[in-house]
């Protein structure tokens, strides 16, 4: 065949309507096994696949998980779907990933894409608040929130304050007085919460943020290459880095080895590849992304089975995994003050 085989193409080789075909796919066991094996070797003859999309709009019920991330490629969402992905494979359910890039509206798209498409629920790490496409469709699309959380809705996150603070309070009992916060987007929750522990910490120790305050950075790994050379150019530069999030932490990475500043400590709010690795091995808030994309699952489950549930709050637990690179001496005499490096 030069098209892909319908459930008409099935019938018509074996002699029978498409409703004795869909009644042998769909496993009822009402029909005579005469037909039953005429409608079976015409599947395997046609390589015949039952349309699940058109069964689900049929029944109301559909078998496929959706999940809409900020990126597929991020080390931390790569292990959430992983989880989410076998998980549902178990129960006989696929899977339906889409990324936001951070965008509200591609965001919005993407919810959209999905809830025509008749998925089961959906798992989402919200960049925007979209209660008014969400909330009328939450008895018939369950959508649970992971990483940041939408009032009235569940989540599974984890205690982005406290966490932070542990890493802020790491670099100061190593000594450090000139701590850089590096990775802050004013847009997100997580950033949020990131940024006020570390300014509370630096306050409480009678400490201030180097230079003019807090760099805004932009979600690409690549924005922050100038925003480490910039802190590294100041005339007081900082002796140490808090990165709150693991994406920009593997880039903070790769520039202190290209430019030879390993002598700069840092502590980074999310693990990454190689984190342990590289010289000094990076310490860092493990937040363990499985665990947290199981435990959005089987809250999805409980709605499947109970839509009126009232929302809950999930709280995953966070282990600070204590390496070396916070312990570079603080008082060491910085070669890069005021220099500025190349490009």
Do not use: W
């Amino acid at each position: 065949m030069t098209h892909r085989a319908s459930i008409k193409d099935v019938a018509a080789l074996a002699g029978v309507s498409f409703k004795t075909v869909s009644r042998v796919v769909n496993g009822v066991d009402t029909v005579l096994p005469e037909l039953r094996e005429r409608v079976e070797a015409a599947v395997a003859e046609l390589n015949y696949v039952p349309n699940s999309a058109a069964r689900s709009l049929k029944s109301g019920s559909g078998t496929t998980i959706g999940i809409v991330v900020d990126s597929i490629d991020d080390i931390f969402f790569a292990s959430l779907v992983r989880a989410i992905e076998e998980r549902a494979l178990d129960r006989g359910m696929g899977v339906m990933v889409g990324s936001t890039g951070f965008d509200p509206e591609r965001e919005l798209s993407q919810l959209t894409r999905l809830a025509g498409q008749h998925v089961r629920g959906i798992v989402l790490a919200p960049v925007g608040d979209h209660s008014s496409f969400l909330t009328p469709r939450r008895h018939t699309l369950p959508v649970v929130t992971v990483d940041r959380s939408i009032p009235g809705f569940d989540s599974v996150t984890v205690d982005d304050y406290s966490a932070a603070r542990r890493a802020v309070r790491v670099l100061v009992d190593a000594g450090h007085r000139r701590i850089a916060l590096v990775g802050h987007d004013a847009r997100l929750q997580t950033a949020q919460r990131r940024r006020d522990a570390y300014v509370d910490v630096l306050t409480e120790n009678g400490l201030s943020a180097p230079g003019d305050g807090i760099p805004e950075v932009a979600p690409s790994p690549d924005a922050v290459r100038p925003v480490v050379l910039d802190l590294l150019a100041l005339p007081e530069p900082p002796t140490a880095l808090f990165v709150s999030n693991a994406r920009h932490a593997s880039a903070v990475v790769s520039v202190l080895h290209e430019i030879h500043r390993t002598d700069v400590a840092m502590v980074s709010f999310g693990s990454f590849a190689l984190a342990d690795a590289v010289d000094p091995p990076v310490t860092c808030i493990d937040q363990n992304p499985y665990e947290i994309g199981a435990a959005a699952f089987d809250r999805l489950l409980l709605r499947f089975d109970d839509p009126t549930l009232d929302a809950v709050a999930g709280l995953a637990d966070t282990s600070l995994v204590e390496r070396s690179s916070h312990l570079a001496p603080p008082n060491r005499q910085s070669p890069s003050a005021g220099k500025r490096y190349r490009p």
